[in-house]
């Protein structure tokens, strides 16, 4: 039997990325968030309208996705309820948050440079997706109080054991992202079930495992 509970959460999970950017000032930002997903080589992020990633981003049309593995929770939980913006508002006020200017020392990650944009990479996550701003668009209803960024992935970077050797696709056996699921964190992914689409698509990672 169903029931109409009035979700007034809908955080079904995706993975947790650390975007970073740059501040007015030159300095990086650093924030988690999740409300992202990728399409080709492009990916729409979601982005409450007072946090300073959206100022950043609208101003430098560039960040880097940055994301960390389930083994890297503790670092983005330190990350949590901070904010880049110098003024807290009211009601981030009330939730906890606080203003920090130097995220990357907070939850203790290392500053990478990146290769073509200005935005450092987080040196420790396995992933890092150097991205240009593409469009942004006013989300959220009845009044809009996010921005939908489009992005163009321009540099991927991956831990090179994480590539399956010899092809241009990573490992979804080795790769377990920390994935936000109703504001909680989970990880630790395995393989269930037989994939049509991987079959489809001709994916090597099940050439390797039905050769195992
Ligand atoms: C695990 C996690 C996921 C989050 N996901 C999002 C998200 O998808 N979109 C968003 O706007 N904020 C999200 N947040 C909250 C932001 O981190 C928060 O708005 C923060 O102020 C952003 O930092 P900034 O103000 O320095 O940009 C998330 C926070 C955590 C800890």
């Known amino acids: 039997m169903h029931v109409v509970p009035g979700l007034k959460v809908l955080y079904f999970g995706t993975p947790v990325v650390l975007i970073s950017s740059l501040n007015e000032d030159g300095t990086a930002n650093l924030a988690p968030m999740s409300s992202a997903w990728w399409l080709g080589q492009s ?3 979601g982005l409450g309208n007072g946090a300073q990633t959206t100022a950043n981003l609208l101003r430098e049309g560039e960040c880097v996705l940055n994301l960390p593995s389930s083994a890297m929770v503790d670092a983005v939980d330190r990350l ?3 904010t880049g913006k110098a003024v807290v508002s009211d009601h981030k006020a009330k939730q906890g948050y ?3 200017p130097d995220k ?3 939850a203790r990650l290392t500053e990478q440079a990146s290769d073509l944009v200005r935005a450092p990479r987080v040196a420790e996550c396995p992933i890092q997706l150097e991205c240009r701003v593409v469009s942004a668009h006013p989300f959220g209803s009845p009044s809009p109080s996010a921005t939908a960024f489009q992005v ?3 540099r991927a970077h991956v831990e090179e054991e994480l590539v399956l050797p010899g092809t241009h696709y990573v490992d979804p056996l080795g790769w377990d992202p920390l994935i936000m699921k109703f504001c909680e964190f989970f ?3 395995h393989t269930i ?3 049509r689409l991987a079959e489809g698509w001709n994916m090597p990672h ?3 495992s039905t050769a195992g």
């Open 80 to 82: 949590a309820l901070t």
């Open 193 to 195: 079930h037989p994939s």
């Open 104 to 106: 990357f020392s907070v």
């Open 152 to 154: 163009e992935v321009v």
């Open 206 to 208: 099940l050439h390797r």
């Open 43 to 45: 990916c729409m992020l």
């Open 187 to 189: 990880g630790g992914g």
């Open 98 to 100: 606080r203003h920090e």
